[in-house]
């Protein structure tokens, strides 16, 4: 059987769309494009209006392009909007995150589907519920030099802009013995760097009766086992991060990447309570100078969400100011948009959209800024990369250092997919690797 997958989204739904391909290839389908697949699996992303629009588009085109496709739909947009989804041309099934470790078996059937008017989709959403015991299909070890290991699915939050509680149910964790063991199955494997993901990485182990700072236990479990590979952290949100996890970041600069994403979302006091957050801009403040003064070289990226109902000028002038005074590698910036199921949706005080897009220039401007600093810091330094496994479209080599900054390093044919040092040359970007 010739078959397809197609993602969207974040990164932890891209590693479930490389994870889906990889277990339909060992199942024995051929995998390839779009145009000739019997069937086509497509991982649609619904953290916004836009999201859903993309998925959708997606589908049609490929009804389009291959008329005779089955189409199955997942992801997080097949549990928003499965009825949409299943009226959608050339789609035989819709499947929702907690069947994604059934792919293979939904793949078949879906071989063996009718199409046409008088055909009904198969669908079969939900089943995120707590208690369940997380399934989650095995990490892919060879597609990048480094390897997503999610542990964790699901929120038991709820921000008043996020829809993924709905579609990823509340927060349901993988063991720790059968995280262990996966890490190991990928260090044997050749993995240069593993990053521990899930939609809220800092809850891991509560439906299992750990309790805070279970996050910073899970990792010090995984130090024995990390060999030659290293380990990176995705998102945590700043109140989850203790003085026993940047103690561990500290101590181990073999084994842990310097970097610590933690989303802020704005730095208004106001706001945050009107998101629902669970901190204030002191915590994250305090948090971001105490971690770069005990971590040298530590690299702090955040998010932030420009324009949420009720930010006024002086709100957002507060967020520029905090975020330009803070050492900070970078910013991701998002512009607020109404998604309809979320708290938000139901706001008053609108920001207008001419005033959202000038926020986020702004931001984007002191992203900018810090990023350039970051790199000057670089220069002439000698850091711990892994080197991406091959070439881009225009022949160069790139590396990723521990602290997640892109460097180019030249003809790296020898060094592909592999963990080395490199020196970071006078404009912070090229890098020499060392022999």
Known sequence: MRAAVLGFGCRLNASETEAMAEALARAGAELGDVADAEVVVVNGCTITHEADRDAAAAVRRIARSNPGARIVVTGCYAESAAAQAAALPGVVAVIGNAAKP????????????????????????????????????????????????????????????????????????????????????????GVAEIVLTGVHLGTWGRDHGHGRGALTGLVAALLPVLGASRLRLSSVDPHEVDGALLELLAGAPDHLCRHLHLPVQSCDDGVLARMRRGHRVDDFTTLVR???????????????????????????????????ALPLAYLHVFPYSVRRGTAAAHMSDAVPPTVIRARAAALRAVSEAHAARFRRAQIGRVLDVVVHRGADRRGQWWARSDHDVALRVGDATSHAGRRVAARVGADGVEAQILA
Do not use: N
Request: net charge neutral; hydrophobic share 45%; charged share 30%.
């Open 102 to 189: 059934d792919i293979v078996a939904h793949v078949a059937r879906a071989a063996e589907a009718k199409r046409g008017v008088d055909a009904a989709p198969d669908v079969e959403i939900g089943r995120l519920r707590r208690g369940v015991p997380l399934r989650v299909l095995p990490p892919v070890a060879h597609a990048r030099a480094r390897a997503l290991l999610k542990v964790q699915d699901g929120c038991d939050y709820r921000c008043a802009f996020c829809i993924v509680p709905s579609v990823r149910g509340p927060s349901r964790s993988l063991a720790a013995d059968e995280i262990v063991l996966r890490t190991r199955g990928l260090v044997e494997a």
């Open 290 to 324: 105490e971690a770069t003064a005990r971590i040298p070289g530590l690299a702090i990226s955040t998010d932030v969400i420009v324009g949420f109902p009720g930010e006024d000028d002086a709100a957002f002038e507060r967020t520029l100011d905090v975020l330009a």
